[in-house]
């Protein structure tokens, strides 16, 4: 069964901060995606990575595939309380089935 | 934008009924998904469609489930006979084409069961 950890589950940073989030997994993925929920809405998609070792960065937010597929980071810099949010990651191993991750709920105080 | 559109927002059933949970995916796409989210768990799949017929589905996906596309835009989940523990946000999810794994999420409805 494929699974997909987050860490933290948990942050809670000041604003002007920076963080990491981490998504990993013993299996390989052909792609991972990264997303932020809000609550009582859908994830909203924030990138796409397909290549090992791909960095995409969406303004502060830099988002890096490692080398073996297996794993994923989300660094946010100067954290700012609009980044506040549940973070989502999510592969596909290139069926037609998307695994989740547990989740990291990121809180940035003003 | 063209975006995924789910109704209702919210479903109150009692126990045993059968709920119907409708989705218009973005226009083009051809792969669809569903998915739930208990409260304060993780997002779960539950089926893939493609061509007219599921392509893969979780073990959460039993015989009380079932999808359709009665026409060319509506997407569907059909649950039986409800049970508690299907209380959850259902989201329906679709995707362009094989050569992208971007999937778009629609708002989600939030079923509870009496």
Redesign the interface.
């Known amino acids: 069964t494929q699974l997909l950890e987050q860490s933290p589950q948990f942050l809670s940073i000041q604003e002007g901060e920076n963080l990491t989030v981490y998504c990993n997994s013993s299996s390989v993925f052909s792609s991972l995606q990264w997303y932020r929920q809000e609550p009582g809405e859908g994830p909203v998609l924030l990138v796409t990575v397909v290549t090992g070792g791909e960095v995409k960065k969406l303004k502060r937010l830099t988002f890096q595939f490692g080398d073996a597929r297996k794993d994923s980071s989300l660094h946010i810099t100067a954290a700012q309380p609009g980044d506040t949010g549940l973070y989502l990651c999510a592969g596909t191993s290139g069926t037609y089935k998307y695994i989740f991750g547990t989740g990291t709920r990121l809180k940035v105080l003003a | 934008e063209p975006e995924?559109t789910q109704t209702p927002s919210h479903q109150v059933t009692q126990m045993g009924q059968e709920v119907i949970l409708r989705c218009v995916p973005i226009s083009n796409h051809l792969?669809f998904?569903w998915?739930r989210q208990i409260l304060g768990q993780?997002?779960?799949?539950l089926v893939?469609f493609?061509n007219n017929e599921i392509?893969?589905k979780?073990e959460i996906f039993d015989d009380q489930f079932s999808v359709e596309r009665p026409d060319g835009s509506n997407f569907t989940l059909k649950i039986r006979s409800t049970k508690l523990e299907d209380s959850a946000?259902y989201?329906c999810?679709s995707r362009s084409h094989p050569s992208?794994?971007?999937?778009?999420?629609?708002?989600?409805t939030?079923l509870t069961v009496l």
Do not use: H, I
Not at chain 2, 42 to 45: D, I, N, R
Not at chain 2, 100 to 108: A, L, N, V
């Open positions: 995924v792969y998904y998915y993780k997002v779960e799949f893939s493609y392509s893969e979780s946000m989201f999810a992208t794994d971007t999937q778009y999420f629609g708002p989600g939030r």
